[in-house]
């Protein structure tokens, strides 16, 4: 039972261009949203995260979009640079504030390739 | 550098054997999460531990036990190895919450 699924497990984009990536989740109960970055033989890095509550968050070239009527959830990179390439993994999370239940669930993850 | 810290880096050990994966969590960190990443999957949630206790359990196999010490390091305990135990496994350390979550860089698993 996959309840996190990123449906393109690659993608590929050109330098400036934008890059769209998507995560649909099945729980309407989530309540909080993260993307994280990873790139080989590291750990997952945070790089932006919205509540359910809003529908867009922007930090910089990165802007997270929430739609909750359809459980989809998409990151726009804008503009796409060399150094963004590596595998964007989209997490969620139920009741984000307690104590018990901070565990993440994420999806597969998309290996995004910015070509120069 | 995240503050979570991952030791080994690398281990390579034989099926049946048994190994301890450690993680010191960020300072003032409580919780401590584990996760596997096995080949071509995303990261499955194992177990999360917040100032000693046991909070969650993910998919955790039954061979395969974690605790939490009251300096807060955490370490994940696997016995009787299997193949398909290679994998990265990564710890991660919050306040307690989903918020301000940070991962270690990982132990890489080679079972042979």
């Known amino acids: 039972d996959q309840q996190v699924k990123q449906n393109s497990p690659s993608l590929s984009v050109q330098e400036g261009r934008i890059s769209i990536l998507n995560c649909d989740y099945t729980n309407s109960m989530f309540d909080y949203f993260l993307w994280y970055k990873k790139y080989p033989a590291e750990g997952p890095t945070f790089l932006i995260s919205i509540s359910s509550i809003k529908d867009k968050n922007e930090d910089g070239r990165f802007t997270v979009f929430l739609n909750k009527s359809a459980k989809h959830l998409s990151l726009h990179i804008v503009p796409s640079q060399p150094g963004d390439s590596a595998v964007y993994f989209c997490?969620?999370?139920?009741?984000?504030?307690?104590?018990?239940?901070?565990?993440?669930?994420f999806g597969q993850g998309t290996i995004l390739t910015v070509h120069p | 550098d995240s503050g979570v810290t991952q030791t080994p880096k690398h281990l390579i050990t034989a099926t049946g054997q048994r190994v301890t994966l450690r993680c010191s969590p960020r300072?003032?960190?409580?919780?401590v999460y584990w996760y596997q990443q096995s080949l071509d999957q995303g990261l499955q949630f194992l177990i999360q531990?917040?100032?000693?206790?046991?909070?969650a359990k993910g998919n955790i196999l039954e061979r395969f036990s974690a605790q939490q010490f009251p300096d807060l390091h955490s370490e994940l305990n696997l016995s009787s190895l299997e193949l398909g135990d290679s994998a990265l496994y990564f710890c991660?350390?919050?306040?307690?919450?989903?918020?301000?979550?940070?991962f270690g860089s990982g132990t890489r698993l080679t079972v042979v």
């Open positions: 991660a350390s919050s306040k307690g919450t989903a918020y301000g979550y940070t």
């Open positions: 531990y917040y100032n000693g206790e046991e909070r």
């Open positions: 997490a969620v999370v139920l009741n984000a504030g307690g104590t018990s239940y901070g565990k993440l669930t």
């Open positions: 300072s003032g960190d409580l919780s």
